[in-house]
C-alpha cells in the first residue's frame, strides 16, 4: 500500500486530507487497514452477475458517500450533523484510539421496516419538506468499523478462495472506494495467482476519475449508481451538491476503461463493460426520468440500466417527510413505460417485494474468517 496516498488522503472527491495511517478517519469512517463486512456468495445482484453460482460479494466497511437513507448503515459508518462545512468535517476529525479491530465487531440487528403505507403521494421537494428532514447523515465515524481487518495479502487470498473453493462467478466489489489504493494491489496479486474470473466494481457512483485509474487494466465489469440529477438533492440525501457532475465524469471514466457491454453467449454472465444502477426513490419519478435520458442519450444501449424499486425505509427514516414510505408500483411503472419509450432497450426490471430488509445481508464477517485462517 502506497502509505503516502494515506497519509493526506485524498482518494475520494471528499479530499479530507486526514491521515489514515495515524488512525485518523475521515468521511468514510475507515482507518488504513482494510475492513470487510463480508465475503461470500451473492445471489441478489442482476442476473447477468448472480447467474445460478452466485457473484463472489465482498462488502467493504464504511463509505465515503454516505446516504441518509443507507439501507447497509450497520456498516457505512456513524451520523454527523447535516449541513456541516468542509472545515466543521476537518475539526472533527480526531485519531480513534482504538486503532484495530481484533476481531469480528457483533453485527447490529436488523432494524424492522416502517409501517408507513406504500401509498401514491405527491412529495415534491419544496423547501418546506426539506426544513423537516432528519439532520442525520452517516459519515464521520468516531467509533471502529464493525467487520474483521484484513492485509492485501490477505484480500487477494479471499478473491482466490471466492473462485476456486466458492465457484463464484465474479469478484463484486462492494464500496470500495475508500480502499481504492489497497484493492488494487490485492487484486494485482490475486491475478498474479491465478484468479481469472470478472472481477465486478460495484460503487455509488462517486469517485475521482484519477482514482478509478488505479484499477484500469484490474476490472472487468464496472456497476456504479447514477444517484442523483439534481445538486439539490445530492446535497439533502447524500450532502454531496457536486455528486451530479462527480459522477457523469466517473461514468465516462468507466466507460472508457470497459467499454461495451459483452456478455458470454453461452452462460449468458457479464465478462466486461458498464451496468449502470438507478434506484427510484419515493417521490423522485421526474429526477430518475432525467437520470434514465441522460444515460441513454450518451450511451445507448452500449451501457446497461438497471432500473430499481427495492428502497426499503430503514429505521433512521421512520420521521422523513418523503422517504418514509416505499415506492409505489405506479411510480415504478411511470419510470419503466418512460424509459421503454424513449428507446432502452438494454435494461433490467425488478419486479415483486424486492423492496425488504430479507434481501439485506448480515453483516457477520461470513467468508472473512474462513480466508485468513486457511491463508
Known sequence: MDEQLMKNCRICPRECG??????????????AQVILARAALHFWEEPCISGSAGSGAVFFSGCSLGCIYCQNVEISGLTIPKGATKQELTESLEPVKEQTAT?????TEQHPVGTEAATEQKCADSPEAV???????PGISARKLPGIEVSIEELAQIFLRLQNEEGANNINLVTAAHYLPQTAKALAIAKSKGLSIP??????????VSSLRMLDGLVDVYLPDFKYMSSRTAGD???????PEIAKAAIAEMVRQAGSVSIDPVTALIRKGVIVRHLLLPGHVQEAKEIIFYLHDKYGDSIGLSIMNQYTPMQQMKSHPLLNRRTTRREYERLIDYAIGIGVTYGYIQEGG????????????????????NS
Not at 103 to 107: D, K, M, P, S
Not at 354 to 373: C, D, L, M, Y
Open 18 to 31: 486526514v491521515d489514515r495511517t495515524a488512525g485518523n478517519r475521515g468521511r468514510c469512517g475507515a482507518p
Open 103 to 107: 476481531g469480528l465487531e457483533a453485527a
Open 354 to 373: 424486492t423492496a425488504k430488509e430479507s434481501f439485506i445481508p448480515s453483516w457477520n464477517g461470513e467468508g472473512v474468517r474462513q480466508a485468513i485462517h
Open 199 to 208: 472481477v465486478i466494481y460495484n460503487s455509488g457512483g462517486y469517485e475521482k
Open 237 to 243: 440525501y447524500s450532502n454531496a451538491q457536486d455528486y
Open 131 to 137: 426544513k423537516k428532514q432528519m439532520s442525520i447523515l
